[in-house]
């Protein structure tokens, strides 16, 4: 039984064949277009929450872009479609990358806490690449952990690799966050 699921974009080109995220995302970037699909995204995820089509219990992640997390109206942009949609915040997960936390952290953090405070869980996407710092797991209200597949790609036959995933998860369970492995 399926419990929660994570809203991606997916766009084709004139011929049907599929663009990769890695080139659309980019440049939806660059263009200043990533905040107006997000928003798209957001209102058909409350649109499905709310359609009375998937149980109560059911779940949806969605992910942030640097513009978005960035932009001082976040919060209450989350709250207006969560009351518009009679949809309770448990029901929405937001995931952010770590690189998303490098420009101003402080901000970030204040942001990522007001959500928190509607109880919008949060969650550190692709944890294990790049970055991946350890003290942003203290030091943010993230909910959840998703470990990044490259970290798990070999399991089970490196057993240093499942030994490090199992001591992450482990650590994780123990700050009372929960471990998703992509």
């Not at 649109?47 to 932009?71: A, R, Y």
Request: with cysteine; aromatic share 8%.
């Amino acid at each position: 039984c399926f419990c929660s699921a994570e809203a991606l974009l997916r766009l084709n080109d004139e011929h049907g064949k599929a663009i990769s995220p890695n080139v659309f995302i980019p440049a939806a970037e660059d263009s200043g277009l990533i905040c107006d699909l997000t928003w798209v995204v957001l209102e058909q995820a409350c649109q499905l929450l709310s359609s009375g089509e998937l149980p109560e219990t059911f779940t949806l992640s969605i992910n942030l872009s640097m513009q978005q997390l960035s932009d001082p109206e976040l919060p209450q942009k989350f709250k207006s479609y969560l009351d518009r949609y009679q949809i309770s915040p448990e029901r929405l997960k937001v995931e952010i990358t770590e690189r998303l936390l490098l420009q101003d952290a402080q901000f970030a953090r204040r942001q990522l806490m007001s959500l928190a405070a509607y109880g919008i869980q949060i969650y550190m996407d692709d944890f294990g690449t790049g970055y991946s710092n350890l003290s942003s797991i203290l030091n943010y209200p993230f909910t959840s952990i998703k470990l990044d597949r490259s970290l798990v790609r070999n399991i089970p036959t490196d057993q240093q690799a499942e030994l490090m995933v199992r001591t992450m998860l482990m650590m994780f369970h123990n700050l009372k966050k929960t471990g998703v492995v992509e």
